[in-house]
Each structure stands twice: as structure tokens, then as C-alpha cells.
């Protein structure tokens, strides 16, 4: 590692926890910060951007290191791959190199034998563009949230909340607590980017899923705000269940949850990560099925062997069993606790522990264990195992599923934006549902074409499902929010199709748009106090920096452009995926239906983003009232706007006269092997997942695409303008003629109320069930059981008062009448008892004489 | 240096038990004095456990290749040594000599979390109990009782010894429940009196069953030298000239009975089962009934409910660890042949509690009633954890899992421990203003009472397994560690992170968020108070630490739960030979 790149970890450390600093400071002193807590805002203003030079200097820091080659995208009939230029052609070395990248184990959290919970970074190209981008994103809505959150500084009245005696709600602000919210979803999600192993994955993937919570329910008067809030926790658990089991999965499958390898002080190997176990060099990294992941689910095999193997022991060895086992539990035994000393001293000594634990496997099981070895690259080779790395795969999905807002579980999102704007630009759109994509873009190399298939389906579903939704939505946001989801599933789709580089160039350029349109929004709505755009019109000539940098998010979500010239940022990423949905139609014609939707998508895209646009910004107003007050906002929030519309025109270009661009700063950490047309689907026969270079090296795709894209997008923004711009058509019109479609589309296609019958009510009615099996049933039982002890013991009772007793009182009477009888021998008459005397003594002696006879 | 041990160990056991015969003659009527001097006894007592915790020497390694370990004398005995499987502070006095009785105590990295905890809960227990002002003098008493059984269980290693301090924590609780409990307290005292004899009756069958069948001469002398038994062995003959079994209760060494080759444990009892299954069945429905575990839980909701505050505390906080406790220092070591044998039973128990209390919850309407099914929940991953005996022979014994499931198991027990008490007395709070549990019937809390609704959403997040706080490690230990047992079982288990958060986050709306409060009494809901605040935040701080350093609990009880579960492990090894 060069020196300078020492630095990096410690660099992202830092931009990671100066947020988290920020938070413990507001939730303890964040009150006394000056008036209303205007001293919360500034410092989480003031550490987020601190944390946005320290991300800049890290990728400085990075570049000087791995200098950036021309990308190869965007125009391939430029790109020459010649064999003398093989190493600066991306297209050919990356095939077989592994991206730069750094793993750094910070400290173990909890280990047992080679796994460790740790605290690690992955450290790649990835890794610092996530972090520019989060902590740029976020400097601008935090400086953006400083104005359009001030009247949180006072005390506010809500007129969405009624209290007890019918008045509207009044309440002291909560300004810094928002600051302290917004500095710990900074963390968390810098967090997120920085894990280098699952568990990390997961534990900040919930935190940013809490933080969601938190201010989704800002306004938690509001009984709708933390419906949401509920909503969107409890569908991402949905989502984190399938995560968890996908972390099962992975864990016993790869041993580990590290993605990068575990070295020793010394640079030894102890424990392979991830990554270099899926795709092994070894195997020219093709998609590699675990050692652990085969061994399981030949269970019942090696079960066998291990019983085979010591019935084979020769008889003499069997008697002398007991010595050897003696001796060798010794041994292991202090084995064990040497593991448990090192794991208690430090890292480094590691090894020692592994090597311990390995050896001592290697004594118990020697014939057993040299057989399974053995067998291994056979049962491989018969896929065993295979399924157990599609389900790891498919449960790693389910999270990013839930978390990026996929089909079945995009329900969450809309209803997010209960939320104040600032938190639905940074948290619902730009940086924590795209964490989803991020992820699925990490763990690339570990899914199997079969997974890839799905993501590509579900993300082609949740695009289409998406789009149509927003051509009928009224509320501004909500517009916005299914434009988020169904471009959440472009991003998906890409990466399904192969397109790693174009879902992660869209997830950036979509960042900076979709922050800019939401932060626009919130400017009307703060504007106009209303988020229903059937009561705005003709904005434009009362607020026209929002009205223009609006437009510019418009035409860079539709990917305008001049076909194969130039465009806005939007252009180039969206070409790239729909330029490697051709090729991957191309690949496999029998998938090639869900290339179509794609397309369609971005038709149904320019036609609902201008029409929100053109309801809100042109034509007449609809309520006079509202546009009488409506007023452009102030420059704190104008400022970022400016910026992030400079960033959504920009962000595709390259630095001009050098090699730098996103493209190709992305490029450096395209993982090896994977979609590089080297899997072949097993589950599904004949499916091959494209080499991405290969849309870029064919202009065919390419031309096609752009060329199609814009023609479907242009008649996208053309029928929004027949609609709502020019208006020569009446949309009632086509309502009343599609009265189904509409109906199905305002209702949200029936998601919310499927779910509600189908999962939410069954739930209820599963747990009712529960608490009457424990009153009914259960409880029914033990109280019967006392009841009937309670039974048998009065029952005891007058058995002793009716049989006993009685028994007993007649005994007494008994004795006492015949004691009154025998009275009447005792005359005193001493003849009468000589005679008794003399009888007794005879019939004694003829008693006796009879026994003794 | 001995006398020393004995005397800190007796002092932790004893010492609450010795005050509380000083409280009874104390005059009535100083309640505040009472309560003081209760108070003080608690704290020296945690002062004490937290002293033995400050990590003394470690052991050290004479190098690198395994062999006989040079275990380095600590250098101030009483110390917790991290890193050394074995009991530590043994104390070991013959009690009733007849029949091989001994007031045997111990502490190792299984049963001291467990210790520590105890007395930290008694301490804010006492602490909540300031409340309390009906017969101040006898709920002392009681409570420091209650206090010495606690520890006595976790501390004794002679199993009859064991059984006399687990019988006597029950009466103090009958008596606090059904005295200074709700309106049923009569009804739920008796339950959790009843249910919990009967699991101390099958306690105590299966307690002298192991007690006949054990015999101490078939240990070797080393065997026995690691149980602590150190004198020699006196063996008298029999009429017929064969040696007498001398039986014994200590549970070292009925442990490593239970795990020879030829276990005495291994003789048929009835219907082809072994004495070592009976006695695992009955030991195990005994301690589920304490955990507790479907379908034998229904007390404790009762019990919750009608239990004052500061005892619905201990009750969650300690007494249902008792159950897990006794699973992994009896069940498991002394049985491992049933334990093998019915693994299925164990997870499958596990996992219906988990789902089947967390179904419950959901359905609730009275505050502690929802908190005590949540325990019920939640101690199902302890069993769970406890249970994935996945060192088998298709894993060629790998114990990774296990370990970790049981560690995980371990480590659920003190989160519950932090969470679950810490939700009692956030539940405790609100009704001591408000006087009433109806969950329908709250709102709007984080209005009149924000710092009370910030901790009180903290320890419900640690509760619902939120990273970064306590619930998150165990759960994701157990969860993980159950794949590698049975997959089906896993997921389902997974499954349950939904409804936990579905019932504590639908709570959390109900009672804190929203415009306004719903319920009578609303004028009283003052501010939380510095003491209630000292009592919730070192709740809330330790439950943030354990999230964020888990290694800080783990390193005291993983070297005795990997030496126990490594120790199954070879004997499954053996069992397949």
C-alpha cells in the first residue's frame, strides 16, 4: 500500500464520525444552542461539510494513487482496444484484475473461531464517490433545511392536528432535534458505505432505516406522519427479514461476513473474504460455489463418510481409543482456550487462533476429512450448493428490496413523504433508498446469474408499477416519490442486466437530480403551504429560480439531449442502461420482453415529470389565493438549489482535457468476473448475463438506444404539454375513457389495500388468536386445574366429615355403649368373678393345648 | 488468601439476608431509614460483584503450541480472571456431611454476568421502590431475601444447595406480589406460586434421580481434582464385598458423569429411556417453566401485571434468567444425551415462543401485559440459542455455530435483563401518575414528558433489536447460529424481527407520539423525576454499550461457553464412533 494511502482509512473515519460527534452534541446540549436551537443547525451544517472536504481529500488522495484511464463508455466507436494498449483498456484488464481496493479491520466486535463481528472499511473507487456524493448531497440539503426549517425556531402552530378541545395544535419547535436526526442519518449512512463486512452492512442499514423512522414521524402529532413512519419501518423489517436469512446464508456458506480478506500484521492470509471466495483467481473468477456452502448441502454424504471412516478403524486401534482421545482432548483443549486467549489479545494473533482451530479439525477427522476434500470439486461440479448461494443472493436482495422501495415493497415510499422535504430529498431519494442499488452494486460479484434475472424482473416491474402510479398522483411530492421508485428500478434493472457501471451511474446523477427536484418541491410547498398541485399554476413568474432549476431536473431525469452529442447528466446514465438492456436482450431474446418496459418507462417518465412541471410552474393559477402569496425562497435555499441544477447538468461530462469523469472514476471498482458474460445460468438454462463492455464496444446498442430513448421521451414530454401546457385536450377526457385504468392507477394499483387483507389483517387477527389460546386455552386449563384440586379437596373433605369422621364418631359411640354394657359385669360380686376366673383359665388352657396340640 | 474468597462470596450471597434480620428488629415507622439501609446493602453488594469484574491477571501461555496450559496465579484472589473457562472464587465448606451436601458457591464466565446483573437490578430496583408505602419494614425484608435467593442460584454449585436458594426466592416473591400487588394480586400470586413449585418439584425427582445414580469413584482422581473435590475418595464396601456408589450433588462433577463414556446416567429407568433423559425432561420442563416458554408461560403476564413496579423489574430482569441459567449449567453438562436427543424439542420450543409471544404482544391492551409477552419472545431466542446443536457429524463437529448460538443465547439473557427492566419501569413511571396501563388510553406523551419519552423509546428500540443497542447482538447471534441447525427453523425465527417491531413500534405510537393525551389523569403527568431519571439512564447507557461493544460482555463468557460447548462437541464425536 503506497503511503499516502494510509491516509484514506483515517480520512473516511473521520468524515464518517464527525456527524455522529454532531448528534451526541445536539441530544445533550442542542437546547441551549442559542435561541430555539439555531446553534444545532449550524453545526451539523458545519460538520457535515467538514466531512465533505475530508471525503474531497480522500478521493484526491485516491487519485493520485490510481490515476484514471479513459472511459470506455458512452461512445465506443472511439474506443480502440488494441492488444499493445491492454492494460490501460478498461474493457480487458478488468476482466481478470481485482479492482483496487483497501480492507482494514478496525476493531472485533465479537469473534467465534474464524468468524469475527468486527468494525472494518471496504475501500475502493465505489466507496470515496459514495462518500463525495452523500456528504455533497447532504451539505446542500442541511444548508437548504437551515431556511426551510426555521419556523421550527419558535413555537409552531399545526393546523393539521387538532388537539383535545378542537384547536389547532400548538407545540415548541423542534429545530435542533431535526439537526440531530439529519447528523445521525449522515452517520449512518456514511457508515453503510464504509462497511467492509455484512454485519456492519446490516446493523447501519437498520440505522438508516431508524433515522427514516425518526423523521418520517417529525411531525409525529400527526397521526398520518407516524402511520408513515410505522409503514416504513416495519416494511423495510419485511425486507431486512429476507436480509437476515440471505446473512445466514452467506455466513455459513463463506465462514465469514468479511468482504475483502483477513490478513495478518505480516500480510499472511488467515481467513479469505467474500469476494476472493466467489470468485477465486484461481478460477479466473468465475462464480465460484463456497467450500462451505457445497459441504452443507452434501450433509448427509459427508455424515456418511465421517461414520464410514471410523467403522474402517482397524480393531486393535479401537481399544486403544481411549488413550489417544485423552491425549488429544488435552490438546485441543488448550487449543481452545489459546483461540480464546488470542481472540482476547489482539488481532494479530489471529492466526495462531485459526491455525489452532484448523489442526485440530485436521486430528479429529483425518480419513473423514482428506475424503470430503476429495469429493469437493465433484459435488461442485454436480452444483452442489448452488441453490444455497441463489438464496443468499435473493435474501441479500429482500433487503435492498425494502430499502430502495422495489416491487412487492415500494408501498413505504410514498407515503414517506410525510416527512419534511429536506428529509425526502436526502434520506427518500438522493442517498438511503438508493443504498439498495448500492448494496446489490457491492455484493455484485456473489450473485448468480439466476438472482441477477430477478433483480433485472423486479426492478423492470417496480419501473413500470411506478410510472404509472405518478402519471395520476395530484400531491407534488408524491409525484416525486413514485418518479424515485420507478428510477430506483432503472437502477436496478441495469444491474440485473449487467449494467454494474450504468445502475451505479445513474444512482449518482439521479442523486443530484432528485435531490434538486425535491428540494424545488419543497421550495413551491414552502411557497404555496400545500402540496396539492391541482391548486398551484403559473408559479414560474412568482418563483423563477426554483421554476428554471426545476426544469433543468425535468429534462436531466428524462436524459434529454442531443442524441450521441452531449446531454444533461440523466442522458448518459440512462443510455448506458438502456444500451445494455439491448445487449442483454440481444444475449437472451427469450427475456427480451421486460427491454421493451424499460423503454416504455422512460416514455411515461418525461410525460409525468412535465406534466407536474407544467401543472405547477405554467398556464394560469388555479387558486388565487394561494399564488397570491406564494413568494421565491431565500437565497439559503435558492443557493443549493443553484448548485445541485449545476451538478445535475454536469455530472456526466468528464473534466474537460483530462480523463476524469464519474464513468471512469466508477470504472476502477468494477468487481472482476462479474457480469463479464462468464456465468451461465444453471436453474435457468441458456441465460447468460452480458459483459458490460461489450454495449459500449458495439455502437449498435448504443445508437439505438439513445436514438429510441429520445424519440419515446420526447413523445413523453409532447403529450404532457398536449395535456397540461398548450391544453388542447382535456385530461377528464381520457379519464372518463379509461375510467378502469385510472381507477386502478389513483387507487395505486390496490398495493396498500392487497396488503392490508392479505398480510396486515390476517396478522391482527393471528395474534387475537394467540391472546384467546392464552385466557381460553391455556389459562382455561391451569385454572381448571386448580379449580379441579379445589374439587378434589372438598370432595376429601366429606369423605373425612361423612365417611371418615363418621366412621370414627360411630367407633366412639360404639366403645362408649359397650363400655356402658361392660359396666354391668363389674357387680362386685367376687364369687361371680372367681367364676369368670376359672372359666377363663380353662378355656385358655384348651386353647393352648389345641394350637400346641 | 482462601478466607478472603469466602468471605467476599458469603458477604454477595449472604449479606442481603443477614440485613434484612437486622431491618426486623428495627423499630417501625423510620421508613426512610429502612429503606436507606436497604438500599445501602444493594449497592454494597453490586460495589462488590463490580469489584470481582474489574479483570485481574489473565492467564498466560508458556508459547505457542498447544499443550498444558501454565495458569498463572492472579495476583488478588477474588478477581475475575478473563479468559479461564473454569469456576473462579470456588468456596467449598461440607454443609450436611450425611449425604455429601456442601455449601459449594462458584462463579465463571456462564453464571457471573448473571451475578453482576442480579445485583445491579436489585440496586435500581431498590432504588425504584422508593415508592412504596405500605409496610415498608416487611417489603425490605422480603425484597433483600429475594435478593440473596437470586444470587445463591447463580452462585451455587452443589445442586441441592442450588435448589434450597431457588425455593427460597420463591416465598418473598409470593409475599411482594400478593401483597403489594394490583387488584388480582391474590389470583396471580398464587399462579406464580403454583406454576413455579411445580417446577421445583420436578426439580427436585429429577435431583435425587441423578443424586442415586451418581458415583463419584467412577471419576478419575484428575476428574475429580477439576470438580474441586480434593480430599480422597472414602469408598465403603457393601454386605456383598462390591464397592458402595458414593453419590454426590455437585454439579461439576455430576456434569462430568454425564459426559464419560460410560455414563452411570445411562442406566434404563423406564419405558428404554435413561435416567440421564428423565432427569433432562423434568429439569427442562422445570426450567421452561421459569424462562418462560409456551405453552407453560401464562403466569407470567398475570404476574407482570399485578407484581408492583420494582418487582415486575427483577421478576423480567432476573427470575426468568434462572430458567436459561439452569439449562446451560444443569441440562445441557449433565444430560448431554437427551440434550442430543431432543435438540429438536429445545429449538422447536424456542421458536414457538418467539413468534407465539410476540403474536400475543401485538394483541394486547394493557401496557405490562404487552412487556411480558415481549419477555416471553424473547427468551425464546435464549432457548433457541441454547439449543442448535450443530456440531454434528455433517459438519464434521464444527462448533462455530453452537457457539455462537449459545453465546448469542448467554447474551440475550443480560440484554433482555437491561431492556426488559428498563421497560417495566418505564411502564411503572407512567402509572404511578396516570394510574392506569390502557394502551388505548395514552398519547401525546413526548409532549408533557420529553426526557421520559426519549429514554423510554431508547430502551424500547434496544428491545425491538435496533443496532447499536443491546437487543441486536444476541438475536443476531442466536439467528444466525439456528441456519446452520435447520433452516426452516431459522427463517422463521428470522421472521419474528417483523413482529417485534410491528408490536413495540405500534406501542410506541400509541403511548408517545400523537397530538394529545387520551387518558384520566392527565393533569399529572409531570415531568420525570432525577431519581426515576437515575434509574432509567444507566439502563439505557449500558444497553448503548453492550450494542456498540458487545465484546465487553463477550469476553467474560465466551471461554466457559466455548470450553462447554466444545466439550459437547467431543462428546457428540465420541457418541459416533
Given at each position: ?11 473516511l473515519e473521520l468524515a464518517w464520525l464527525l456527524p455522529l460527534g454532531s448528534f451526541v452534541l445536539i441530544v445533550f446540549f442542542g437546547p441551549?444552542m442559542?435561541?430555539g436551537g439555531r446553534g444545532a443547525g449550524w453545526l451539523a451544517t458545519a460538520a457535515i461539510m467538514c466531512s465533505f472536504?475530508l471525503s ?53 466486535l ?7 463481528l468486527?468494525v472494518a472499511y471496504w475501500i475502493?473507487?465505489l466507496t470515496v464517490a459514495m462518500f463525495c456524493m452523500v456528504t455533497l448531497v447532504a451539505s446542500c440539503i442541511h444548508v437548504y433545511s437551515t431556511g426551510y426549517m426555521h419556523e421550527e425556531l419558535?413555537?409552531v402552530?399545526d393546523q393539521q392536528v ?7 395544535l400548538?407545540r415548541p419547535g423542534r429545530y435542533c432535534r431535526f439537526f440531530q436526526y439529519l447528523s445521525l442519518f449522515c452517520f449512518s449512512m456514511l457508515g453503510l458505505v464504509l462497511a467492509g463486512n455484512l454485519a456492519m452492512v446490516f446493523a447501519f442499514w437498520e440505522l438508516v432505516g431508524i433515522c427514516s423512522y425518526l423523521l418520517i414521524g417529525f411531525y409525529f402529532e400527526r397521526r398520518s406522519a407516524s402511520l408513515a413512519a410505522n409503514k416504513a419501518f416495519i416494511v423495510n423489517r419485511v425486507g431486512d427479514f429476507g436480509m437476515l436469512v440471505g446473512l445466514m446464508?452467506a ?6 461476513l468479511?468482504l ?132 443468499a443472493g435473493l435474501g441479500l436482495f429482500c433487503g435492498c428490496v425494502g430499502k430502495s422501495a422495489q416491487f412487492p415493497l415500494m408501498v413505504w415510499l410514498p407515503d414517506a413523504m410525510e416527512g419534511p422535504t429536506p428529509v425526502s430529498a436526502l434520506i427518500h431519494a438522493a442517498t438511503m433508498v438508493a443504498a439498495g442499488v448500492y448494496l446489490v452494486a457491492r455484493l455484485y460479484?456473489?450473485f ?6 430477478v433483480i433485472?424482473?423486479i426492478g423492470c416491474l417496480t419501473l413500470f408499477i411506478a410510472a404509472t402510479i405518478a402519471?395520476?398522483a395530484t400531491d407534488i411530492k408524491r409525484v416525486l416519490a413514485y418518479s424515485t421508485v420507478s428510477q430506483l428500478g432503472y437502477m436496478m434493472f441495469a444491474l440485473g ?6 445502475g451505479l451511474f445513474h444512482l449518482f446523477t439521479h442523486a443530484f437530480f432528485k435531490a434538486l427536484l425535491f428540494l424545488c418541491s419543497g421550495s413551491v410547498i414552502h411557497?404555496c403551504g400545500t402540496n396539492d398541485m ?15 432549476t426545476m426544469?433543468?431536473g425535468c429534462?436531466a431525469i ?11 447528466s440523466g442522458?448518459?446514465s ?27 418507462g422512460?416514455?411515461?417518465t418525461?410525460?409525468y415529470m412535465?406534466?407536474m ?20 425562497s431565500?437565497?439559503v435555499m435558492?443557493?443549493p438549489l443553484?448548485v445541485l441544477?449545476?451538478l445535475a447538468?454536469?455530472s ?14 466508477l ?80 387507487n395505486k394499483w390496490w398495493l396498500d389495500e392487497i396488503y392490508h387483507?392479505m398480510l396486515v389483517a390476517?396478522t391482527l387477527?393471528?395474534s ?86 | ?357 410476540a403474536?400475543?404482544a401485538m ?7 404487552l412487556v411480558?409477552?415481549s419477555?416471553?419472545s424473547h ?36 440484554a433482555?435483563?437491561l431492556s426488559?427492566?428498563g421497560m417495566?419501569?418505564m ?12 394502551l388505548?388510553?395514552f398519547g401525546g406523551l413526548f409532549h408533557?414528558m420529553p426526557v421520559y419519552s426519549g429514554l423510554s423509546v431508547g430502551i424500547f428500540f434496544a428491545a425491538l433489536g435496533l443496532p447499536g443497542l443491546c437487543g441486536f447482538v444476541g438475536e443476531f447471534l442466536?439467528v444466525l ?10 427463517v422463521?425465527a428470522a421472521s419474528v424481527v417483523i413482529l417485534t417491531a410491528g408490536y413495540i413500534l405500534w406501542t410506541i405510537q400509541r403511548v408517545y407520539l400523537g397530538p394529545h ?23 439505557l447507557a449500558?444497553a448503548i454499550i453492550f450494542g456498540v461493544y458487545p ?27
Open positions: 500500500m503506497a503511503d499516502s494511502l494510509r491516509w484514506l482509512p483515517l480520512l441551549l442559542g435561541k472536504v474531497i481529500a480522500a478521493a484526491t488522495v485516491w487519485l493520485s494513487e490510481h490515476p484514471l484511464v479513459h472511459s470506455s463508455a458512452r461512445d465506443g466507436s472511439e474506443h480502440d482496444c488494441g492488444a499493445s494498449a491492454d492494460e490501460h483498456c478498461p474493457a480487458v484488464a478488468h476482466k481478470r484484475a481485482v479492482p483496487a481496493a483497501i480492507f482494514v479491520e478496525r476493531y472485533v465479537a469473534q467465534f473461531d474464524q468468524l469475527r468486527s475502493d473507487a419558535h413555537e402552530t387538532r388537539t383535545a378541545d378542537g384547536t389547532a400548538r446464508a455466513w455459513s456458506g463463506f465462514g465469514t468479511a475483502g480478506d483477513t490478513t495478518d500484521a505480516q500480510g499472511r492470509l488467515v481467513q479469505r473474504g467474500i469476494f476472493s471466495q466467489v470468485r477465486p483467481a484461481e478460477a479466473d473468477y468465475r462464480l465460484t460455489v463456497p467450500d462451505g456452502m457445497v459441504r452443507m448441502a452434501a450433509a448427509e454424504e459427508i455424515s456418511a463418510m465421517v461414520a464410514n471412516a471410523h467403522a474402517r478403524r482397524p480393531a486393535g486401534e479401537q481399544g486403544q481409543f481411549v488413550e489417544q482421545h485423552k491425549a488429544t482432548v488435552d490438546q485441543w483443549q488448550s487449543a481452545e482456550q489459546q483461540s480464546a486467549a488470542a481472540a482476547r489479545w489482539q488481532s494479530s494473533e489471529q492466526p495462531k487462533a485459526a491455525a489452532a482451530q484448523r489442526w485440530s479439525v485436521e486430528r479429529r477427522q483425518p480419513a473423514a476429512e482428506a475424503q470430503v476434500a476429495d469429493r469437493l470439486p465433484w459435488w461442485r461440479s454436480q452444483g452442489y450448493g448452488y441453490w444455497l448461494l441463489v438464496i460479484p456473489m448468480a446469474p439466476e438472482v441477477l434475472l433485472a424482473c402519471i395520476t442486466v449487467g449494467g454494474w457501471l450504468a411557497a391541482t391548486q398551484m399554476g403559473g408559479l414560474r413568474r412568482k418563483m423563477p429560480w426554483t421554476a428554471y426544469l433543468v429534462l428524462c436524459g434529454a439531449g442531443v442524441p450521441l452529442v452531449v446531454g444533461l442522458y448518459y440512462k443510455d448506458a442502461i438502456l444500451a445494455q438492456a439491448l445487449s442483454f436482450r440481444a444475449a437472451n431474446p427469450a427475456w427480451g420482453g421486460i427491454v421493451v418496459v424499460a423503454f416504455l422512460a416514455g411515461i418525461a410525460f412535465f406534466r412541471w407544467l401543472m405547477t410552474f405554467a398556464g394560469q393559477p388555479r387558486d388565487k389565493h394561494i399564488y397570491q402569496h406564494a413568494h421565491e431565500p437565497l435558492v443557493g443553484v441544477a449545476i447538468v454536469v456526466g461530462w468528464p473534466v474537460p482535457g483530462t480523463a476524469l469523469s464519474l464513468e471512469s472514476l470504472e476502477q471498482a468494477r468487481p472482476a468476473g462479474a457480469a463479464a458474460g462468464l456465468d451461465q445460468g444453471v436453474l435457468v438454462a441458456g441465460l447468460v448475463i452480458p459483459d458490460e463492455h461489450l454495449s459500449h464496444e458495439n455502437p449498435v446498442f448504443h445508437t439505438s438506444a439513445a436514438l429510441t430513448a429520445f424519440a419515446v421521451s420526447l413523445l413523453g414530454v409532447l403529450l404532457a404539454a398536449v395535456f397540461y401546457g398548450l391544453p388542447w385536450l382535456d385530461p377528464q377526457v381520457i379519464r372518463r375513457a379509461f375510467a378502469p385504468i385510472y381507477s386502478l392507477l389513483v387483507y390476517p387477527r393471528l387475537q388468536l394467540a391472546a384467546w389460546l392464552d385466557r381460553r386455552a391455556i389459562d382455561w386449563l391451569a385454572d381448571g386445574l386448580a379449580r379441579a384440586t379445589a374439587l378434589v379437596a372438598q370432595l376429601d373433605d366429606r369423605f373425612d366429615r361423612l365417611v371418615v369422621d363418621r366412621a370414627i364418631d360411630h367407633a366412639a359411640d360404639w366403645t362408649y355403649a359397650f363400655g356402658l354394657r361392660l359396666r354391668r359385669v363389674q357387680t362386685g360380686n367376687i364369687r361371680q368373678y372367681l367364676m369368670v376366673l376359672a372359666a377363663g383359665t380353662v378355656a385358655l388352657f384348651l386353647l393352648v393345648s389345641w394350637f400346641w396340640r | 488468601m482462601l478466607q478472603n474468597v469466602v468471605a467476599l462470596m458469603s458477604l454477595i450471597v449472604f449479606l442481603p439476608a443477614v440485613a434484612a434480620l437486622v431491618l426486623c428488629v428495627l423499630p417501625r415507622g423510620r421508613e426512610n431509614i429502612i429503606k436507606l439501609v436497604a438500599m445501602m446493602v444493594t449497592v454494597v453488594v453490586f460495589a462488590a460483584t463490580v469489584w470481582i469484574a474489574i479483570p485481574a491477571h489473565t492467564v498466560q501461555r508458556s508459547s505457542e503450541e498447544p499443550g498444558p496450559v501454565a495458569v498463572s496465579v492472579s495476583p488478588t484472589p477474588g478477581r475475575f480472571e478473563l479468559g479461564n473457562p473454569h469456576m473462579q472464587n470456588v468456596v467449598r465448606l461440607p454443609w450436611i456431611p450425611a449425604f455429601g451436601i456442601e455449601y459449594f458457591l462458584g462463579i465463571d464466565g456462564i453464571s457471573f454476568p448473571l451475578v453482576i446483573l442480579t445485583s445491579f437490578l436489585s440496586m435500581l430496583a431498590m432504588a425504584a421502590s422508593w415508592t412504596i408505602d405500605r409496610h415498608v419494614k416487611a417489603y425490605c425484608v422480603l425484597f433483600l431475601l429475594l435478593e440473596t435467593g437470586m444470587l445463591g442460584v447463580f452462585m451455587a454449585l452443589d445442586f441441592f444447595l442450588f435448589y434450597v436458594f431457588w425455593e427460597v426466592m420463591l416465598l418473598p416473591m409470593y409475599f411482594l406480589i400478593g401483597i403489594w400487588g394490583g387488584p388480582r394480586r391474590e389470583y396471580a400470586a398464587v399462579k406464580f406460586f403454583l406454576f413455579t413449585l411445580v417446577g421445583g418439584v420436578l426439580m427436585l425427582i429429577a435431583l435425587l434421580m441423578l443424586y442415586f445414580s451418581s458415583d463419584l469413584s467412577k471419576l478419575s482422581q484428575q476428574q475429580r481434582a477439576a470438580c474441586h473435590i480434593d480430599q480422597p475418595l472414602v469408598v465403603s464396601l457393601t454386605a456383598d464385598r462390591t464397592p458402595q456408589p458414593v453419590h454426590t450433588f455437585n454439579m461439576l462433577a455430576l456434569a462430568e458423569m454425564g459426559q464419560m463414556p460410560d455414563s452411570p446416567f445411562d442406566r434404563p429407568l423406564l419405558w428404554d429411556k435413561s435416567v440421564g433423559w428423565w432427569a433432562f425432561v423434568l429439569l427442562f420442563i422445570g426450567f421452561i417453566i421459569k424462562l418462560p416458554a409456551v405453552p407453560l408461560h401464562t403466569w407470567l403476564p398475570d404476574a407482570h401485571v399485578e407484581a408492583p413496579t420494582p418487582i415486575s423489574m427483577i421478576l423480567a430482569g432476573v427470575l426468568l434468567k434462572m430458567g436459561g441459567y439452569g439449562l446451560m449449567r444443569i441440562c445441557y453438562p449433565v444430560c448431554p444425551a437427551a440434550a442430543y436427543e431432543l435438540a429438536w424439542l429445545v429449538c422447536a420450543v424456542g421458536v414457538l415462543s418467539m413468534v407465539y409471544g403474536l400475543a394483541a394486547q391492551k394493557d401496557f405490562k401485559r411480558a409477552y419477555s416471553v427468551m425464546g431466542y435464549v432457548l433457541l440459542g441454547l439449543g442448535v446443536w450443530s456440531a454434528t457429524a455433517a459438519t464434521q463437529f464444527n462448533t462455530t455455530a453452537w457457539k455462537m448460538g449459545m453465546s448469542g443465547a448467554l447474551f440475550q439473557m443480560i433482555h435483563g426488559s427492566a417495566f419501569f411502564v411503572g413511571v407512567i402509572y404511578d401518575r396516570v394510574h392506569h396501563r390502557d388505548d388510553q408533557k442466536v447460529a439456528a441456519w446452520n441447525y435447520h433452516k426452516a427453523l431459522a422463521v393525551y387520551k387518558g384520566p389523569h392527565g393533569e399529572q403527568l409531570t415531568p420525570i423525576t432525577a431519581r426515576e431519571v437515575a434509574i432509567a439512564a444507566p439502563l449500558l465484546k465487553a460482555l463477550l469476553d467474560y463468557m465466551t471461554p466457559t461457553v466455548n470450553h462447554t460447548v466444545q466439550r459437547l462437541a467431543e462428546w457428540t464425536e465420541r457418541l459416533h464412533r
